[in-house]
């Protein structure tokens, strides 16, 4: 079963996704900021990692430029966002913009396992 990282600031958003792609069969680990995140990131080994871009202190983009720098590098990151012209389209795998529905945002998981 494929393990997913979500890092996301917004509790309620983050148990919604959540539980959406567990019901979609894939197994979730979420942490509530970017630094959690990164923490979680660099002790596990994920198939995907969604991130939120804007976030307090450690933000999505910083997220990324982790992940990127790490011996994991090469882990998919998606990116979550309802601003997302902020975020470096080249650099994400994949931008999904706020709202989206859990069936899209499954769908974009499954096209990286």
Avoid at 43 to 51: A, H, K, L, N, S
Wanted: hydrophobic residues 45%; proline residues 4%; neutral net charge.
């Amino acid at each position: 079963m494929s393990l997913i990282l979500i890092i996301d600031d917004e509790e309620n958003l983050l148990r919604l996704i959540q539980q959406g792609l567990v019901r979609f069969g894939y197994q979730v680990e979420i942490a509530g900021n970017g630094k959690e995140g990164i923490r979680k990131f660099d002790r596990g080994v994920f198939d995907v990692v969604i991130t939120d871009l804007v976030m307090p202190e450690i933000d999505g983009r910083l997220v990324l430029q982790h992940i990127r720098s790490s011996q994991k590098q090469h882990t998919p990151v998606i990116c979550i966002s309802g601003t997302p012209w902020l975020a470096d389209l080249k650099s994400f795998d994949s931008v999904i913009n706020k709202p989206f529905t859990l069936k899209a945002l499954a769908e974009a998981v499954k096209a990286f396992i």
